[in-house]
C-alpha cells in the first residue's frame, strides 16, 4: 500500500527534493515516510533538519557553513540527545546506506536564509517541503496560543526566500499532540488557506504502508539510542497508527500528561509554502535577525502589541 501524496504530481517534474524538518527536534523524523515513499518512485530526495543538538560544538561531519553541517554514521559522537546522528546511524545498520543528514543551527532569519541557499546549491535542489510534527507552523501569530512558532516561522521565512524552486511546500504531521494550540484558531486559519487556493490535501499514514514500517522502526530505533529523549509527536503518531485511543502512554516521557491519542494524528496535510508565509504575520519583522535570541525577542515585541484573535472554542473529539 502506498501513500497517497496529494502533491505527488507537483515533485516528480522537480529534478532533486529536499525533505527539511522545519521546527526542530524529531521534526525530520516527520518527514521520512514521504522520504521513503519519493525514494521508493525513484525520486532523488534529501534529508535536513533545524538542529536542538551541539551544532555549534560539533567539530566534525561535513561543514557547508559555520552553522549548517551534514551529519553521516561515521562521526565519533558522544551525547544524549542527537537525533540526526543516530537516524544516520539506523540507516547505515538497517538499509545498508550512507546517508547525510544536513543539520541548520538554531540562528536568526539572515544566517538560516544563507544556509538554505548554500544547501539548495551544494545538493542540485529545485524543490523544499517543509515538514512539522506537530501544526503550529499554520499559527500567523496573532493567537492567544500559537504554541511554540518561533522555529517554524523562521524556516517558512527562509525557504519562502528561495524564489528560484520549482516547488516549496509544507507538510504537517500530528494533529491534536499540541496542547498548547488554539485549535479553534488552527482550523480559522486551515479555512483561510483553502479560500487561497493553498490547501493542498491530505493523506493518512497506516500500518500496512512499507514507508510508514521504516518509519517505526526509525523512530523508536533512536528512541533506544537515547532513553531519555523520546519525541512526544513521534511516540504520539507510532500509538495512533497502532490503533490506540485517549489517555495512552507509548513512552515514560509523557507519563503525568494526558494525552489525547486520535486518528487524526497520522494524518499529513499539505500547503502551500508561499500563501503559510503571507499569513504569518511576525515575518516582515524578523526578516532581518541574526540570531535566535534576537529573533525570539522581536516575536515577543510584535505579540506585545497586538489585539489577539478570539474565536469560539472548538472542541476537539
Not at 23 to 39: A, Q, R
Not at 207 to 231: I, K, N, V
Not at 251 to 261: A, D, E, P, Q
Not at 268 to 293: C, E, G, M, S
Amino acid at each position: 500500500m502506498n501513500l497517497n501524496l496529494p502533491i505527488l504530481s507537483e515533485l516528480t517534474k522537480c529534478k532533486s527534493i529536499l525533505i527539511a524538518g522545519m521546527g526542530g527536534g524529531f521534526d525530520v523524523f516527520s518527514g521520512l515516510p514521504i522520504y521513503f515513499e519519493l525514494e521508493k518512485r525513484g525520486l532523488d530526495v534529501h534529508l535536513a533538519n533545524l538542529s536542538f543538538s551541539d551544532i555549534a560544538g560539533l567539530n566534525e561531519g561535513e561543514q557547508l557553513t559555520d552553522t549548517l553541517v551534514g551529519v553521516s554514521a561515521d562521526l565519533e559522537i558522544f551525547t544524549d540527545y542527537f537525533p540526526e546522528y543516530y537516524l544516520s546511524q539506523w540507516f547505515l545498520e538497517e538499509r545498508n546506506e550512507y546517508i547525510t543528514i544536513w543539520c541548520f543551527e538554531k540562528t536568526g532569519a539572515r544566517p538560516l536564509i544563507k544556509n538554505y541557499r548554500a544547501l539548495i546549491e551544494h545538493l542540485g535542489v529545485d524543490a523544499v517541503l517543509l515538514v512539522d510534527g506537530g501544526i503550529d507552523s499554520l499559527m500567523c501569530g496573532d493567537e492567544p496560543e500559537p504554541g511554540t512558532i518561533l522555529e517554524d516561522t523562521l524556516s517558512i521565512l527562509a525557504v519562502d526566500e528561495l524564489r528560484m524552486l520549482k516547488f516549496r511546500g509544507l507538510a504537517c504531521l500530528g494533529m491534536g499532540i499540541e496542547a498548547e494550540v488554539g485549535y479553534a484558531h488552527l482550523f480559522e486559519n486551515i479555512a483561510k488557506l483553502s479560500k487561497d487556493k493553498a490547501f493542498k490535501g491530505v493523506c493518512s499514514l497506516t500500518a500496512s504502508m512499507p514507508c510508514y514500517r521504516s518509519y517505526e522502526q526509525a523512530t523508536l530505533y533512536t528512541f533506544d539510542q537515547q532513553p531519555e529523549h523520546p519525541s512526544v509527536i513521534g511516540s504520539s503518531v507510532i500509538s495512533a497508527v497502532r490503533g490506540e485511543y485517549g489517555n495512552y502512554h507509548l513512552t515514560k516521557r509523557t507519563i503525568g500528561n494526558t494525552l489525547n491519542i486520535s486518528p487524526l494524528m497520522p494524518i499529513y496535510w499539505f500547503f502551500d509554502l508561499k500563501a503559510v508565509a503571507r499569513h504569518n504575520i511576525l515575518i516582515p519583522q524578523l526578516r532581518l535577525t541574526f540570531t535566535i535570541d534576537e529573533a525570539w525577542r522581536v516575536m515577543q515585541k510584535i505579540r506585545a502589541g497586538l489585539d489577539f484573535r478570539h474565536t469560539p472554542p472548538y472542541p476537539l473529539p
